[in-house]
Every structure is written in C-alpha cells, then in structure tokens.
C-alpha cells in the first residue's frame, strides 16, 4: 500500500524559516517524481513544487521561488520541503503527492503550516 | 500559465441521479506525443484528493466506473452516474502540460 506521511508543520513567524518533510513507503521511491502541492484555509489547490526521481529536474511557482527549496534523499525514501522567508500568504495545508508520465496519482494526508506573528 | 476554468462553482443532485462538470483549458493540452494531461480529482470533505480519471478518460485504480471523463484539445467533462453519498465533495481538474501545473478553482457537488 502506498503511504505518503508529511511532518514538520506548525506555526512560525512571518520571515522564520521551516522545513517539511514526507516519508514514503509501499514502492519504490526512487523510480518517481513527487510534488509539493498546497491549499489555503477553504481554498483550492495550489502547485508547489516538483522534483524528479534522481533530482535532475526541479521546478517551482512563482509565488515560491528563491524562497523554497524541494530535494529528495532516496536512501531514506524522504522528500523535503526548506521553505525560507514564510509569509502570511504561505500558511497552507501542504500536500506531498507522487508523480510519475504526467500523473500525480498518490496524495499524503497533509501538514499544517500556519505563519502568524 | 494555462488558465483552468471549472463550471459550475456548485451543483446539487439528487441520489441516483447524474452531474456534469465542465473543465476548459486557456490552451489545449493536448502534447505533441499524442497524450492530452488532463486529470480529474475529489476531495471529500476533510480529506486529502484523490485521483478519478487521468488523460481525459482513464479510471484510475480503484475509481468506480460511474466516473467517466470526456473532451478533447481545450474542453473537458467529467460525468457522474447514478450518484451516491460518498461522492459529496469538491472537484478539481488539473492540466499535466507544462509547469506550472495548474487547477481549476474546484466544482462542488452536493446532495438534494
């Protein structure tokens, strides 16, 4: 069974620095691409983040660019999200989701990021 | 960035009844490899989405076969047959083109 765990959420203050990170497990983390992937308090989705199976292609939205950071350690079947200079525009549930030929298929249940002085 | 665009913002139906949801796209999604990325997703209420139909018309694993997508280039549908309780929630479709991967703003889908 495919399982996706996120951690390392919580509440931070605006400009703080905190990093996600999502444990894989049920395949092999190696051969996919995963996503980074939000959604405000009652909005819809929104693209993050996204990282291929060997790290050689990452892209990012614009609204996060220069401040996150995505990256991978497949040793330990681990994604991870630096996020840096968090904004109140930041706090989300944050999603990581597998993807592989253009199908982002498996979602974790999500972590919380609140940024609030 | 391509623009999703889902209508209707809600809709209410009757159990066993059917709905539509229409997806447009601001630029085909069609890529030069013959493959449309168009996905199709629900969200039931306090739970993460789940995957319905990929490449405009293919079941994901598990889905029940009430769920059925069409369309092509720009436009797309998702049909839901004889729905159930279980099918309450938001839908989202996403195109898979090019970065950034982007969504519709959601289609909500109630019971009568």
């Known amino acids: 069974e495919v399982q996706l765990v996120e951690s390392g959420g919580g509440l931070v203050q605006p400009g703080r620095s905190l990093k996600l990170s999502c444990v894989a497990s049920?395949?092999?983390?190696?051969?996919?691409?995963m996503n980074w992937i939000r959604q405000a308090p009652g909005k819809g989705l929104e693209w993050v983040a996204y990282?291929?199976?060997?790290?050689?292609?990452?892209y990012y939205a614009e609204t996060v660019k220069g401040r996150f950071t995505i990256s991978r350690d497949n040793a330990k079947n681990t994604l991870y999200l630096q996020m840096t200079s968090l904004r109140s525009e930041d706090t989300a549930l944050y999603y990581c989701a597998r993807h592989t030929m253009g199908i982002t298929d498996y979602w974790g249940q999500g972590v919380m990021v609140t940024v609030s002085s | 960035d391509i623009m999703m665009t889902q209508s209707p913002l809600s809709v209410a139906v009757t159990p066993g009844e059917s709905a539509s949801i229409s997806c447009r796209s601001s630029?085909?999604?069609?890529?030069?490899?013959?493959?449309?990325?168009l996905s199709w997703y629900l969200q039931r209420p306090e739970k993460s989405p789940q995957l319905l139909i990929y490449?405009?018309?293919n079941l994901a694993s598990g889905v029940s076969d009430r769920f059925s997508g069409s369309g092509s280039g720009t436009d797309f549908t998702l049909k839901i047959s004889k729905v159930e309780t279980e099918d309450v929630g938001i839908y989202y479709c996403?195109?898979?083109?090019?970065?950034?991967?982007?969504f519709g703003g959601g289609t909500k889908l109630e019971l009568k």
């Open positions: 990282i291929s199976s060997g790290s050689s292609y990452i």
């Open positions: 996403v195109q898979f083109l090019e970065v950034p991967w982007t």
């Open positions: 630029k085909s999604l069609l890529h030069s490899n013959g493959i449309t990325y």
């Open positions: 049920g395949f092999t983390f190696s051969n996919y691409g």
């Open positions: 490449q405009i018309s």
